[in-house]
């Protein structure tokens, strides 16, 4: 499966001041890396428009920009909603860190004896860790993205998981 060049990161929220500021929520590991990035785009009729971040900070648990060219409260309004995007090359992961993005889709496996599944539809945070949705022939089932479960992760093979008995099937 080709990867996307962009990356969902997160969505504009609200307005802020009254210089055409916006207020984004973070779909980034933290509001920190999301407010780092110099530019962001925004889809439009399945084209990416680059927009240059001039100022940002974190706030709480958003994210406070500007862009060049959204200068006034009504143009800041006009994208209160939309989802931004980052370059894929624009973020640098370390080891064992992925995008979700290229997650989803990916089989998940029995690391010791190569039974598939299902396959991994997303991941969702509910504070204590991350947990994997996975749709198996039983319906969707969830696995915490821990060492105890998640042995290892493949981009080419998919996702190796030891679950203990009925968590991914009857």
Same mark, same amino acid.
């Given at each position: 499966?080709?990867?996307?060049?962009?990356?969902? %990161?997160?969505?504009?929220?609200?307005t802020?001041?009254?210089?055409?500021?916006?207020?984004?929520? &973070?779909? %980034?590991?933290?509001?920190?890396?999301?407010?780092?990035?110099?530019?962001?785009?925004?889809?439009?009729?399945?084209?990416?428009? #680059?927009?240059?971040?001039?100022?940002?900070?974190?706030?709480?648990?958003?994210?406070?920009?500007?862009?060049? @060219?959204?200068?006034?409260?009504?143009?800041?309004?006009?994208?209160?909603?939309?989802?931004?995007?980052?370059?894929? #090359?624009? *973020?640098?992961?370390? #080891?064992?860190?992925? *995008?979700? &993005?290229?997650?989803?889709?990916?089989?998940?496996?029995?690391?010791?004896? @190569?039974?598939?599944?299902?396959t991994?539809?997303?991941?969702?945070?509910? @504070?204590?860790?991350?947990?994997?949705?996975?749709?198996?022939?039983?319906?969707e089932?969830?696995?915490?993205?821990?060492? #105890? *479960?998640?042995?290892?992760?493949?981009?080419?093979?998919?996702?190796?998981?030891?679950?203990?008995?009925?968590?991914?099937?009857?």
């Amino acid at each position: 499966m080709e990867k996307s060049r962009y990356i969902e %990161c997160g969505k504009i929220i609200n307005t802020h001041g009254i210089r055409g500021g916006i207020k984004l929520e &973070s779909w %980034c590991n933290t509001p920190a890396d999301l407010a780092a990035l110099k530019r962001i785009y925004i889809k439009k009729g399945g084209e990416y428009a #680059e927009k240059k971040v001039t100022r940002a900070s974190v706030f709480k648990q958003f994210v406070i920009a500007e862009l060049e @060219g959204v200068d006034d409260p009504d143009k800041a309004m006009a994208l209160k909603g939309v989802v931004v995007y980052a370059a894929r #090359e624009d *973020f640098k992961l370390s #080891e064992g860190e992925y *995008f979700i &993005s290229d997650l989803v889709g990916l089989e998940v496996i029995d690391a010791d004896n @190569g039974k598939v599944y299902g396959t991994l539809l997303e991941m969702i945070n509910r @504070g204590a860790s991350d947990i994997y949705v996975v749709n198996t022939p039983s319906g969707e089932r969830m696995i915490p993205v821990v060492d #105890e *479960f998640i042995d290892r992760v493949d981009l080419d093979e998919g996702i190796f998981v030891r679950p203990i008995p009925g968590m991914l099937e009857d």
